[in-house]
């Protein structure tokens, strides 16, 4: 089972990942943590990419491709990835079916959180308070909302094309999104079941 969590920047993307692996034995793979523990550690990567993720800007395709790559090798065993963050642009996305086409796999569904802007700039601007994140402060968070507006949502039309996308409403509580996740899922597993008759 390979899921894409879509969604803004604090649209509960992370939140949602770690319940569900926690629940269910899925990996989440989340670009953005890839790259801040790269940063964190210090590395080759962490230095190139610094400067455009504090500024609330996409890195490369290419970067985040590979570390997605990287990640899925590392995880053979995994029962299901949860794509966080990931894809993020038209290529990214292709390069995501190419990945899981060579290992047999596709995409099985988008699962698009919902909510509106106003509510993104209060929890982010909280989240900011309290961890302190570079690219929460508001004038790089404006940039990344301007990003996931041209260069993400596209990515929504793309999927839906495939019929591949449950809305759920992100501005409900944490556990009200969850069971929304959870139906959606149950629906994909009785789907594909069926489909392998
Ligand atoms: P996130 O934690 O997913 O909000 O990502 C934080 C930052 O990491 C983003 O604002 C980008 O600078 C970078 N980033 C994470 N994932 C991607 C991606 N798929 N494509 C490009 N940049 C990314």
Known sequence: MNLVLFGPPGAGKGTQAKKLCAERGFVQLSTGEMLRAAIAGGSELGERVHGIMASGALVSDGIVNELIDGAMDSNPRASGFIFDGFPRTIPQAEALDALLGNRGQAVDLVLSLEVDNEALLARIAERFAREGRPDDNPEAFR????KYQEQTAPLLPFYEAQGKVVRVNGMAPVEMVTEGISAALRQT???????AK
Do not use: D, E, P
């Open 189 to 195: 597993v009785k789907m594909r079941a069926q489909n």
């Open 143 to 146: 940039v990344r909302l301007v």
